[in-house]
């Protein structure tokens, strides 16, 4: 076999076979081909696309190139949550306590956040001490102790996705739905929960922009989940706007907390909501109505809190230590009218240009910038009245970019509709 014929023959359009592709990956892996030639590949992958056939291959040449995790030890149906993205997007911080306080088993591994603010990893590690390291044997205690636990993804875990990941990163090549499914799903099949529900965002924040793309994406995962048992539920969420007021790591965590005593923003609550209520209809084989009033209730009640604080404590955090910046700038608006628009994917750059994100996988975060709005779209602003807080750190930035991320107008188009698909 040779890595250019491959090339060629995905630049003609036609089928790989698996072997072809476990020749290519695998070469990869082990250096004998080389990054430009994968490169190669990558695009014509992109450009001509893949049959699900060709998916389901690739997806399991990248599951097989490293540890398959077995949590047979755990007693129950272990569910895993995933999102494809976007700013201020702190559900898993709600929701993973949320449904743990009912019982249901939440063992999640994430990556390290690449992009605008951290990934659930960063925003969990702003918490000091909180140890996002545990070993196999721990993660699996601490799920049937308490029934939530979330840990770094293990160095060993589809280390294929996290070399190609990093290349399609550099080349042009993340936007492809068959490459972003193999990558996601290859990632939560080896990290072997039962059921996996996939948050897929689309919106200007988000990787997808369109709806069409979104439910391909979310049709192929479930293929993808079918051919291994696993069930998948894909969620479709706007991701136009940012998701509650606050982006940046520690303002996640506070945003997250205020949400689990019961007092959290509509949209956020509505996204944790309809997701964790799909969960636990599927798990205690209940009404979807009778699920969202449990959970509704330990959000009223102080319990979906008391197993955050439980979960903290665990893993090592010390919840009092959580710290936002002091150094905080008022942005006032230059005219009055409504909100039409306020641009999640300019919002979400103007935070990691705070320090909220990391560029690389070696940037170091400032846990404690990031900014809080004080409007959603559909709200009507006054002239000089706030649209949002900047919490700075070190950097300096051009405070101008904050109110390029708004669209006030006279006339009010209405608010983003949040919920846009549930495909099962
Ligand atoms: N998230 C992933 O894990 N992989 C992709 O390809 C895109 C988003």
Known sequence: MNIVDIIDKKRLNKELSKDEIEYSINGY????????????????????????????NL????????????????????????????????????????????GIKIAKMSGKGLGHTGGTIDKLESIKGFNTNLSKEQFIKQVND????????????????????????????????????????????????????????????????????????????????????????????????????????????????????????????????????????KVERISIEEAKEKLENNLENGKAYQKFLEFVDMQGGDINSLKVSNKIVSVKSNKSGYINKIDALKLGELAKLLGAGRQTLDDKIDYEVGIVLNKKVGDYVEKDEELLKLYLGDKDIDMSLALECFEIEKINKGKNELILDIIK
């Not at 250096?31 to 992958?45: F, R, T």
């Not at 995790?69 to 993973?96: A, F, Q, R, W, Y």
């Open 146 to 281: 308490i029934n939530i636990a979330i840990i770094s993804q293990s160095g060993n875990l589809v280390p294929a996705d996290k070399k190609i990941y990093a290349l399609r990163d550099v080349t042009g090549t993340v936007s492809s739905i068959p490459l972003i499914a193999s990558s996601i799903m290859s990632k939560k099949i080896a990290s072997a929960a039962d059921i996996i529900i996939i948050d897929v965002k689309v919106g200007s924040g988000a990787l997808l922009k369109d709806l069409k793309s979104a439910k391909e994406l979310s049709n192929l995962m479930i293929k993808i989940g079918k051919h291994y048992n696993k069930t998948i539920i894909c969620i479709i969420t706007n991701m136009d706007e940012p998701l509650g007021y606050n982006i940046g790591n520690s303002l996640e965590v506070e945003e997250a907390i205020e949400t689990l005593k019961g007092k959290g923003p509509k949209d956020l609550v509505d996204v944790v909501l309809t997701l964790s209520s799909i969960v636990l209809e």
């Open 29 to 56: 892996l082990d250096g004998s081909i080389k990054d430009y030639q994968i490169s190669s590949l990558l695009m014509a992958i992109v450009l001509n696309g893949m049959t699900d056939e060709e998916t389901i």
């Open 59 to 102: 997806t399991d040449v990248m599951l097989k190139s490293g540890d398959i995790l077995s949590l047979k030890e755990i007693n129950g149906i272990i569910v895993d949550k995933h999102s494809t993205g976007g700013v201020g997007d702190k559900v898993t911080l709600v929701l993973g306590p949320l449904l743990a306080s009912l």
